[in-house]
């Protein structure tokens, strides 16, 4: 399966800033998408981003508060906006497809203050 | 009826010792079915597929009911290693689209020397 690479793997974040993560992928996949875990909580799905388009965001999240970039075929950022406590999280970033396993990365460990 | 039920646990066995775990998901259009294992701190991970017919793969063996929609993991010989959040995941439809990945809250498994 795909190696998936992700920066920063922690950070420790002042309320009202913003932090752009990065997934890094060894191969071309076609869909690549973003969750977000809270604690003690299940995975949930934030958007889907196909290079070429525009991310589809689930309910709940929007554009203005996780803006993702999709400029190839091996690389995605999703940025959390205008941070408050309540987005410290484990933010994941994952290849495959819908229907099909998906393979993710190591996540990034946000905490804000 | 939340999407993708499981027992939190935590369930804390023995070495040796055979654990089931069990999860039941509300769609009954659902198509694909899988289990992860999540270690603490880590991401989630691949476990297997599980298929109509139920499969297994050493130690583990899935099975799926759709009559009931249960899915099942079955872990015999329980290894310390094996201690891990077990996370039950279904592809949801939604008035004949197909949908994302829904995972469940996880069940944590404890083996104990």
């Known amino acids: 399966s795909a190696v998936i690479s992700q920066k920063p793997s922690r950070d420790i974040c002042q309320r009202g800033t913003s932090l752009t993560i990065q997934c890094q992928v060894d191969s071309q996949v076609t869909m690549m998408f973003w969750y977000r875990q809270q604690p003690g909580q299940s995975l949930t799905l934030i958007a889907t981003?196909?290079?070429?388009?525009?991310?589809?965001?689930e309910s709940g999240f929007v554009i203005d508060k996780f803006p993702i970039s999709r400029p190839n075929l091996t690389f995605s950022t999703l940025t959390v906006s205008n941070m408050s406590p309540e987005d410290s999280s484990i933010y994941l970033c994952?290849?495959?497809?819908?229907?099909?396993?998906?393979?993710f990365g190591d996540g990034t460990r946000l905490s804000i203050l | 009826r939340k999407e993708v039920e499981q027992d939190p646990g935590p369930f804390n066995v023995p070495e040796g010792a055979t654990v089931a775990f069990n999860c039941t998901y509300s769609n009954s259009a659902s198509q694909s079915f899988f289990w992860y294992r999540q270690d603490c701190r880590k991401e989630p991970k691949l476990l297997m597929s599980?298929?109509?017919s139920g499969n297994e793969d050493g130690r583990f063996t899935a099975q799926l009911n759709r009559a009931s929609q249960y899915i099942s993991l079955l872990i015999r010989d329980s290894k310390l290693s094996d201690s891990a959040t077990y996370l039950c995941v279904v592809n949801m439809w939604y008035g004949g689209s197909q949908g994302n990945l829904i995972f469940g809250k996880g069940t944590k498994l404890s083996v104990k020397p």
């Open positions: 599980v298929y109509s």
């Open positions: 994952s290849v495959g497809a819908r229907d099909q396993p998906q393979h």
């Open positions: 981003a196909n290079q070429g388009s525009e991310a589809t965001y």
